[in-house]
């Protein structure tokens, strides 16, 4: 039998944004990868999962995981039996073939990064909010500021910020698409390369994000 966490339930719920489908490997590494294979997430977790094992609807697993007390598994070959604590109930819940979910096949090495930054949670929390209220699909990272506008539109309201950023050179404009920063809450240490790609790590370390950057992204030395 195995407890699962309150912070991997938390994981989960994160990755189920990312993807539904999910493949859990043998060990404590959880990792997903967007349809679109964009983004890439990457979490260790307090667990230690006997066996890999593959999931086609997580959102459907997690609703059944919430219907227990402190929830605990009991990994079969093809079904995971789920119970609570002091509870008499369980749910046997099946696993997804895993040709049909889709799942990283191999770990991304992250290039050479031109350009460093941290994020804390309120400032994150601060650009997304502010990119909502103006309905703003795109960010904009340029010259230390940070800014959510719509690229396609030169009349777009916007919403800007300024930031500290490491970088060799300020001839820079790194794009993100707003819906592609599905982060959990929290304070990031963020690299991004002019190979279009960027690197998001939580301040614990314990969770991680690769995001490209759309093909649009420019950088001179």
Known sequence: MMKLSNETVSVLKNFSTINQNLVIK????ITTMSAMKNIVAKADVKEDFPQDFAIYDLNEFLSVISLFTNPELEFKDNFVIVTGEGSPTRA??????PSVVTTPTKPITM?????KLNLSSDTLNEITKGASVIGA?????ESGKL???DKKN???????MDLEV??????????????NLKLM??????QISSKNISHFKNSTGDVEYFIALEPESTYNA
């Open 147 to 149: 800014k959510a506008t």
């Open 26 to 29: 043998s060990g404590s590494t």
């Open 185 to 190: 809450p929290n304070s990031y240490e963020v």
């Open 137 to 141: 699909p795109d960010l904009a990272l």
């Open 154 to 160: 030169e009349t777009a309201n916007d919403f800007e």
């Open 166 to 179: 490491e970088s060799g050179s300020d001839n820079y404009k790194f794009w993100f698409k707003v819906e």
């Open 111 to 115: 290039p050479e990064c031109e350009v």
């Open 92 to 97: 046997r819940y099946f696993f997804s073939d």
